[in-house]
């Protein structure tokens, strides 16, 4: 599923009020990691996920892995946070048109 920049403003507008549901720590991106934002995402859809590192070359790898592993779409990066977005067959957040 590819989101269009309509899609990700939208997402993005929503997400301004959440807080991260998942964080990694001093273990990085572990099984269990990936279990809690599997978790988030089929509850919520759209997650907030804090990843505590100073280097930029490591968190673009964790983005990239977390991203391909969750099979989520990643809405945006800031700072150490990362919104993704992963709709369920519920569909509790209605996407506006391409």
Excluded: C, W, Y
């Amino acid at each position: 599923m590819n989101l269009s920049t309509k899609q990700k403003q939208h997402l993005k507008g929503l997400a301004h009020s959440l807080k991260p549901v998942v964080l990694l720590g001093a273990n990085g991106l572990t099984e269990a990691v990936l279990a809690e934002i599997e978790i988030a995402l089929n509850h919520h859809e759209l997650i907030k996920v804090k990843i505590a590192t100073e280097d930029r070359e490591t968190k673009v790898l964790i983005v990239d892995a977390i991203v391909r592993e969750s099979g989520a779409e990643k809405v945006q990066v800031i700072g150490k946070t990362l919104v993704l977005f992963r709709q369920t067959q519920e569909r509790k957040i209605e996407l506006p048109r391409k």
